[in-house]
């Protein structure tokens, strides 16, 4: 990919707020080929969506995320991909990974209580007919996620003014 | 009689004045929504790696001395640093001296420099230390004025003209605090011409060469014809690898001068901090297998906020002078009638943001400010807003 789309998203990443006038600024390029980079990403599926990093444990919504590991039995033609589908197409299902290694695919998995977590697993995901074995590990606390720590400091330990 | 301890005090040292800066630091202290672009150092901490492999060094018993000049690896790792980097070549047994931070380099190489009366000349604006130093050492700092139309870089017709035969040396503080100047191959090449002419000692500030934002980077005077034998080249690990509070710097000079430079640093400082010295030893050790990439994270994103920051100033109507080194910008105040520092305290007083006025480096920087940009986009952001309101309104 091109420097200047690469240099984009590193900014993007960091706020995808800022104005575009900003971003082309930053980057030292016209605000046309600003809007153009960041549109042909948007159009390749580069960029899926703008959306906030939320620390949902500061939220007052009640919540169990949990990763499940997966055992199936590969279909012919189609690999593990239809299996996927079949998998992540579940609203509890927040994320999928095909894996290497002694499982197959590693899913995170939210759901408003324990009990629906467990009834999730039990009732909808172990009766699809390729689901072999499934192995659910609880999640505690997030500590970092997406590069983001949860529990970070921002204090400026700095002096306030240096020659 | 009563004892009066100024008395016995020495009167040059006691004439230096005080860095003006102190006050704003004071007052700053007591606005807690005060945003500072007064700071002098990156706002990203030092990688964690490097952070880690002190740590290691600790917990593995590392707390003995080193040699008067630096673990031999760290100057080893240096000196293929200043290759690889800067195409500078320098015996790592000889010509390296690991030193407490960029500013035991500058005194060291001032104090053997000076005999009593020596003139340095001294490029302003520029860093606070070393007029002072020059004092310190017991010589006398010739300020040269430098300004927006030779792109605040020091020129041979300056130069030639604060010449004396009393001049021993020159300090060449490029890339500049605080106006971003660099020098360009062309220019070097002039100056050099004329040191050697006047047969100058060139003591060369290359501390913030990684952050420089034009094509070539940044280029070392020692590199140019006849001027690696008459130069100390002085640069260190705060600024390039956000390591301003671990204290490391390194000097390389011909084998003449880093002896007796080390015999002072021998004598007065016995070895800079170890692990200071594994810390410095893994930034380099990681870059050269990494391709510099952390180096080269941090230079990218102060280039986006240089770039924000000379168009902030430029929208506001003022004159910014594009920084192609270093992380501050160094624009041009509105004639009304105020000095640098009123602007100053004004800004601080009425907008709580924090500027350093150009006169804290000195005389010839009055009519702008010292605005650095390594600071969180938000706030930079924030304070340019302020600073907006603020010049609109005198
Ligand atoms: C131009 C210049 N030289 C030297 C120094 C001192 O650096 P060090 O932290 O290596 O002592 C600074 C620090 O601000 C500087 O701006």
Request: hydrophobic share 40%; glycine share 6%.
């Amino acid at each position: 990919m091109q420097n200047l789309q690469m240099e984009l998203l590193q900014i993007l990443k960091e706020d995808c707020r800022l104005p575009l006038e900003q971003l082309a600024t930053m980057t030292g390029v016209s605000l046309e080929e600003a809007a153009a980079a960041i549109a042909d990403m948007e159009k390749k599926g580069v960029i899926l969506r703008y959306s906030p990093v939320i620390n949902w444990d500061k939220t007052a919504r009640e919540r169990v995320e949990a990763m499940i590991e997966v055992r199936v039995t590969p279909q012919r033609d189609q690999g593990f991909d239809a299996i996927a589908e079949r998998i992540y197409r579940f609203d509890e299902v927040k994320s999928v990974y095909l894996m290497s290694g002694a499982y197959d695919l590693l899913l995170l998995v939210e759901a408003p209580t324990l009990k629906e977590l467990a009834f999730f697993v039990s009732t909808k995901l172990s009766t699809l007919e390729t689901v072999t074995g499934t192995a659910t590990h609880f999640v505690l606390k997030r500590y970092k996620s997406e590069g983001i720590i949860f529990e970070d400091g921002k204090e400026d330990k700095r002096l306030v003014v240096m020659a | 009689m009563s004892f009066s301890p100024s008395s016995y005090l020495n009167q040059e040292i006691l004439n230096v004045p005080k860095s003006g800066i102190r006050k704003f630091f004071d007052v700053a202290q007591t606005m807690p929504n005060a945003i500072s672009l007064g700071v002098g150092e990156p706002d990203f901490i030092t990688p964690y790696h490097i952070r880690n492999a002190a740590i290691n060094s600790i917990l593995d018993g590392e707390t003995q001395y080193t040699s008067n000049w630096g673990l031999l690896e760290l100057r080893q790792e240096i000196a293929a640093y200043m290759k690889e980097r800067y195409h500078l070549t320098y015996d790592p047994g000889k010509e390296v001296l690991v030193t407490v931070g960029a500013s035991e380099g500058i005194d060291l190489a001032l104090r053997i420099l000076i005999n009593p009366g020596d003139e340095v000349l001294v490029p302003q604006p520029s860093y606070v230390s070393y007029a002072p130093g020059v004092v310190f050492a017991g010589g006398k700092a010739v300020p040269v004025s430098t300004d927006a139309s030779n792109n605040f870089v020091l020129t041979p017709e300056a130069v030639l003209d604060a010449v004396t035969e009393k001049t021993k040396a020159v300090i060449l503080p490029y890339p500049n605090n605080p106006t971003g100047g660099i020098l360009d191959r062309e220019a070097l090449e002039k100056l050099a011409k004329i040191f050697v002419e006047k047969d100058l000692i060139v003591i060369s500030d290359e501390i913030y060469a990684e952050l420089t934002y034009n094509k070539e980077g940044h280029i070392s005077i020692a590199t140019l014809p006849g001027m690696w034998e008459r130069t100390i080249v002085i640069n260190g690990f705060s600024k390039a690898f956000a390591m301003t509070g671990w204290r490391m710097g390194y000097l390389c000079a011909p084998a003449a001068f880093c002896d007796v430079m080390c015999k002072i640093h021998q004598y007065t400082i016995m070895c800079a901090p170890r692990q200071g010295q594994v810390a410095a030893l893994q930034a380099l050790r990681r870059g050269r297998e990494d391709g510099w990439q952390d180096v080269e994270q941090m230079r990218n994103s102060y280039n986006q906020r240089r770039r924000l920051m000379v168009k902030a100033f430029r929208d506001m109507g003022l004159e910014c002078f594009e920084p192609l080194g270093a992380f501050y910008v160094f624009p041009a105040i509105p004639k009304v009638g105020l000095t640098s520092e009123q602007f100053c305290e004004r800004l601080l007083k009425e907008m709580e943001v924090v500027a350093v006025p150009g006169t804290a480096f000195g005389e010839s920087g009055e009519g702008h400010i010292r605005c650095c940009y390594a600071t969180a986009l938000d706030l930079l952001n924030e304070a340019l807003d302020r600073i907006a309101r603020f010049v609109q309104k005198l």
